[in-house]
Nanobody, 111 residues
Framework: QVQLVESGGGLVQAGGSLRLSCSAS????????MGWYRQAPGKERELVAA???????NYADFVKGRFSTSRGSAENTVYLQMNSLKPEDTAVYYC?????WGKGTLVTVSS
């Protein structure tokens, strides 16, 4: 059974930074693509960033140049470094592996 736990969310002023972490446990997690999604109030969940088992990354246009995702040395942890945050980045951020989702961590960016 795969379990995903996100952490690192919080309140930050516009222009600030946060680093989210996603810790994964369970079989078949290592060496799988992992993704970050977000869902703002009243909006659909959307892809923010993804990383393959070999480290290839892909970003949504609205975060390119500001966010970066990487794998931890243990391979079952993924990070999302978020810089130059904007109020429109306010959302619950989720980690995803296959059909598995974490419970999310709230990021609030004040103007």
């Amino acid at each position: 059974q795969v379990q995903l736990v996100e952490s690192g969310g919080g309140l930050v002023q516009a222009g600030g930074s946060l680093r989210l972490s996603c810790s994964a446990s369970g079989t078949m997690v290592i060496m799988q693509p992992m993704g970050w999604y977000r869902q703002a109030p009243g909006k659909e969940r959307e892809l923010v960033a993804a990383i393959t088992s070999t480290g290839y990354t892909n970003y949504a246009d609205f975060v390119k140049g500001r966010f970066s995702t990487s794998r931890g040395s243990a391979e079952n942890t993924v990070y999302l470094q978020m810089n130059s945050l904007k109020p429109e980045d306010t959302a619950v951020y989720y980690c995803n592996v296959g059909v598995n989702w974490g419970k999310g961590t709230l990021v609030t960016v004040s103007s």
